[in-house]
């Protein structure tokens, strides 16, 4: 008899809906100041606090994994608790994830460095340079869309110091990227931000940016998360932590909130 009961409750144990979800791994790529490793080797950033600030308001525990953005991608499809940290939001992606919930925006520009005499006043013009970004982001696929070709016009990259490398040696001709943290990137590579200019704000690129899950993702899970994200929004945590990291507080100007 014990033994029945014994066994019973270790079916219900391995097939309970919540067992899958004790643990979720926020995954993102190398961003500081959103997700990075510090010198420590330890993930750290804006946006891993918030997310650990929202865990410690539920029963979960939590992983935090840095790793290129294709990588980010294929992993999210192999593990249903993985959570990216930070997501663009677009019509085309609303039925594919378990949105959480917006924690943050981004800004994107056409950069370009001062010395580029060429004057590009729409991004159809920058079609008869070379035009870098990361791979796997939504601005490939935006680009691309747009009519610029792999091994053409466009130059993909698996990280923004290869980026920024290739431009201020003239390899490349433009960036497209999110430009709220540009200074502080170009610093940590020893870079002189003086050098480059914006040249063309790409308002028509999505800017809210999502803790986004898998559509398998348990959906209490889902809603507990989801949830302790409001809380902090609204006792202040959210805001504290966006200043400890010198990142703009979000407003209604800034933060797209699509349905």
Same mark, same amino acid.
């Given at each position: 008899?014990?033994?029945?009961?014994?066994?019973?409750?270790?079916?219900?144990? %391995?097939? &309970?809906?919540?067992?899958?979800?004790?643990?979720?791994?926020?995954?993102?790529?190398?961003?500081?100041?959103?997700?990075?490793?510090?010198?420590?080797?330890?993930?750290?950033?804006?946006?891993?606090?918030?997310?650990?600030?929202?865990?410690?308001?539920?029963?979960?525990?939590?992983?935090?994994?840095?790793?290129?953005?294709?990588?980010?991608?294929?992993?999210?499809?192999?593990?249903?608790?993985?959570?990216?940290?930070?997501?663009?939001?677009?019509?085309?992606?609303?039925?594919?994830?378990?949105?959480?919930?917006?924690?943050?925006?981004?800004?994107?520009? %056409?950069?370009?460095?001062? &010395?580029?005499?060429?004057?590009?006043?729409?991004?159809?013009?920058?079609?008869?340079?070379?035009?870098?970004?990361?791979?796997?982001?939504?601005?490939?696929?935006?680009?691309?869309?747009?009519?610029?070709?792999?091994?053409?016009?466009?130059?993909?990259?698996?990280?923004?110091?290869?980026?920024?490398?290739?431009?201020?040696?003239?390899?490349?001709?433009?960036?497209?990227?999110?430009?709220?943290?540009?200074?502080?990137? %170009?610093?940590?590579?020893?870079?002189?931000? &003086?050098?480059?200019?914006?040249?063309?704000?790409?308002?028509?690129?999505?800017?809210?940016?999502?803790?986004?899950?898998?559509?398998?993702?348990?959906?209490?899970?889902?809603?507990?998360?989801?949830?302790?994200?409001? &809380?902090?929004?609204?006792?202040?945590?959210?805001?504290?932590?966006?200043?400890?990291?010198?990142?703009?507080?979000?407003?209604?100007?800034?933060?797209?909130?699509?349905?």
């Amino acid at each position: 008899m014990f033994l029945r009961v014994l066994l019973s409750a270790f079916v219900f144990i %391995l097939y &309970s809906p919540l067992c899958n979800a004790d643990s979720v791994t926020f995954i993102a790529e190398d961003l500081p100041p959103y997700h990075f490793k510090n010198q420590q080797g330890e993930v750290s950033g804006a946006l891993v606090d918030i997310a650990k600030a929202i865990v410690k308001q539920t029963n979960l525990t939590a992983n935090f994994e840095i790793m290129p953005m294709a990588r980010v991608f294929k992993e999210h499809k192999t593990n249903t608790n993985a959570i990216m940290l930070s997501l663009l939001k677009t019509p085309e992606r609303i039925n594919k994830y378990t949105w959480l919930g917006e924690v943050y925006f981004a800004d994107a520009y %056409l950069i370009s460095l001062k &010395s580029h005499v060429d004057e590009v006043v729409h991004l159809n013009f920058a079609k008869e340079y070379k035009v870098a970004t990361i791979r796997g982001y939504l601005s490939e696929t935006y680009l691309k869309k747009k009519g610029f070709t792999e091994n053409n016009n466009l130059i993909l990259v698996s990280y923004y110091n290869q980026l920024w490398q290739m431009l201020y040696k003239n390899r490349i001709d433009f960036v497209v990227t999110n430009t709220l943290t540009l200074k502080n990137e %170009l610093k940590s590579l020893g870079l002189d931000p &003086s050098l480059i200019t914006k040249r063309i704000h790409l308002s028509d690129l999505p800017s809210s940016l999502n803790f986004a899950a898998s559509n398998q993702l348990n959906p209490k899970t889902a809603k507990a998360l989801s949830d302790a994200l409001s &809380s902090i929004k609204e006792n202040g945590e959210y805001h504290a932590i966006l200043n400890k990291w010198q990142l703009l507080l979000p407003n209604t100007t800034n933060m797209q909130h699509l349905p």
